[in-house]
């Protein structure tokens, strides 16, 4: 058994993007920290526990953009998977999860697993379009926020749970190979031990540099990045703490609410 | 030009669900359009014919097969396909619900055409039809353009009003035999289970990732305390963390509220979030990051650690009532 977890590297959520190039565009700053995308984190920790039940399956972690995503890589062989695969590609600017999903599927189309696993969708941009792309590209089944997974070995299939609108969900078999994305309530994702965070040191991560090879193709684009609308009025309380917490109980007693 | 729309209909997932497209759907084409006349379609799969309501304001595609009494996305991206090819949009538009996030970006990607996630808004701008979104951690926001035709778009559920009108389209049905190898033994479990202290609550006090530790829940539960008729409340993440049961979750995939008011404790502000609580009366927002995304949806804003101020709050609180 053979599984590949699609990572993304992401801008810490208390970082602050700053628009540029005349609001054409959002940049993070120098000092900015990146962490894995916590969704991905579940999908990484959904590959480990069916490695942890049959030790012969092999867990590739595969990430795609510029050379720092290495990091996030690395934390995936920390928690326990086997190898690395690093996807170099520039992001200047918006870059189409289309033409992603089409550079990893290229790649599966040789690497040949058996499942793909990969988060709901990324903490910062939202989308949630790379993961089924790559398994529509590839011509796999696959199922979005999936909160439970169990492998059916001497079917190759996976029986799945996913979440529905309003607290309902649903189960379904679907035949390998195929792909899920996971949202962050199917487990706990595990902390790395010491013996694979010192494997991880030491572990090659594959690279396939795609810098100078890829045109975007002819799709969607982002025109400009403005302020969110203020949506209510958004009145910010002054002064220290007291002074706020007292501001506070006098504008909901004037509203009659306390 | 955008003159050809198609829009998904929703599949009916539970047994309380409408079988008619979203009204809103029907609205945000009209948006697009804006004065260029439009032929809007709306395609609904079903399973029988006697499923098939007609809606206002768009012509309907009915089509049948037995791969469409339960939700896929096999079978929804076939459906898709079928019907674009017969119709051939400018634009396919899809409710961004757990059926639409499954199988829209599967249509795009078929059919390698634009696609365009989440939107919450159409604006113009110099003859360009824009779509919003947000990014960024939902600390700032994006304006698409399609950039070729066909489009995939899906639309934020309850971001468009939902009025009915315009006159009943025409109704076409047409037969599909579409295979299913791949997916099998689908099964609906209904979850869903009522929380009358929450859905009845006039105040709600909601929890985020922010509240850093499960003990100060207790300071979230001391402040609902303070008000009649409260309840408290968790995002996502504190649910599965498993603080709070997940009947206490608000936001897209738990509970709708609009409660006299609605104070939200380190909560981001994702619009998975503000989806279940952004008809409330009033919002405050508690969060130490001035760049909340939470604060562009709120009344009051107060940038202040949790810890600190909620104590505070309860303090002033109980002075008062010694007065």
């Not at chain 2, 599949?11 to 759907?25: A, F, K, L, Y």
């Not at chain 2, 199988?103 to 604006?123: G, Q």
Request: hydrophobic content about 40%.
């Amino acid at each position: 058994m053979r599984i590949l977890v699609c990572i993304k590297q992401i801008a810490d959520a208390e970082s602050r993007p700053i628009i540029t190039g005349n609001g054409s565009w959002a940049e993070y700053g120098n000092k900015t920290a990146y962490r894995l995308n916590r969704f991905d984190e579940h999908a990484i920790e959904e590959a480990l526990l069916l490695k942890n039940a049959d030790p012969g399956t092999e867990v590739d972690i595969l990430s795609i953009g510029p050379e720092r995503v290495k990091t996030a890589v690395r934390r995936g062989i920390e928690m326990g998977a086997d190898r690395g695969v690093h996807i170099n590609l520039e992001e200047k600017g918006y870059t189409s999860p289309l033409l992603k999903a089409g550079l990893i599927a290229t790649y599966c189309k040789s690497a040949k697993y058996d499942l793909i696993i990969t988060g709901v969708m990324s903490e910062d941009m939202m989308s949630g379009q790379t993961g089924p792309m790559i398994a529509a590209l590839l011509g796999y089944p696959s199922a979005a926020g999936i909160i439970g997974l169990a492998l059916n070995r001497s079917k190759y299939s996976i029986s799945v749970r996913r979440e529905l609108d309003g607290a309902s969900a649903c189960s379904m078999t679907i035949k390998l190979p195929a792909l899920v994305t996971v949202q962050s309530g199917i487990n706990r994702p595990r902390y790395p031990s010491l013996s694979n965070v010192m494997r991880a040191k030491t572990a090659v991560i594959e690279e396939i540099d795609q810098r100078e090879k890829t045109t975007p193709a002819l799709c969607e684009n982002v025109h400009s990045v403005i302020e969110t609308k203020q949506q209510r009025a958004g009145l910010v309380l002054c002064g220290t703490t007291t002074e706020k917490a007292e501001a506070l109980w006098q504008m909901l007693h004037k509203k009659s609410l306390i | 030009m955008i003159n050809r729309i198609m829009i998904m209909c929703e599949p009916r997932i539970t047994q309380s669900q409408t079988e008619t497209p979203d009204p809103g759907m029907v609205n945000f084409c009209r948006l697009v359009c804006g004065e260029t006349p439009c032929v809007i379609t709306a395609v609904h799969p079903c399973s029988s014919p006697s499923d098939a309501t007609p809606i206002r304001g768009a012509d309907m595609l009915v089509m049948i097969d037995s791969a469409f009494e339960h939700y896929s996305s096999s079978a929804w991206e076939k459906a898709s396909l079928i019907a674009a090819e017969k119709i051939n949009p400018d634009i396919i538009v899809i409710p961004h619900t757990a059926a639409g996030y499954d199988y829209a970006p599967r249509v795009a990607a078929l059919m390698d055409a634009s696609c365009i996630s989440s939107v919450t808004a159409v604006e113009n701008s110099d003859g360009r039809t824009l779509f919003r979104r947000s990014g960024f951690h939902g600390k700032l926001d994006m304006l698409y353009e399609a950039g070729k035709f066909p489009a995939v778009i899906t639309v934020m559920p309850g971001a468009f009003t939902a009025e009915e009108t315009g006159k009943h389209g025409s109704v076409e049905e047409i037969r599909c035999s579409i295979s299913m190898e791949s997916v099998s033994d689908i099964t609906l479990t209904d979850t869903s289970e009522s929380n009358p202290e929450l859905e009845n609550a006039d105040v709600v006090i909601a929890a985020g990732r922010g509240i850093g530790r499960q003990e100060n829940l207790e300071l979230v539960r001391s402040m609902a305390a303070l008000f009649p008729a409260s309840s408290i409340a968790g995002s996502r993440i504190l649910c599965d963390n498993g603080w709070i049961e997940y009947r206490y979750q608000v936001g897209l995939t738990g509970k709708k509220i609009s409660p006299r008011l609605y104070v939200a404790c380190g909560i981001s502000g994702s619009p998975q979030h503000i989806a279940g609580m952004k008809d409330s009366g009033t919002v405050v927002a508690v969060n130490r990051d001035p760049g909340a995304a939470i604060f562009s949806h709120s009344d009051i804003c107060i940038v202040e650690d949790l810890e600190k101020f909620i104590p505070a709050f309860l303090e002033a609180a109980a002075g008062h009532n010694q007065k």
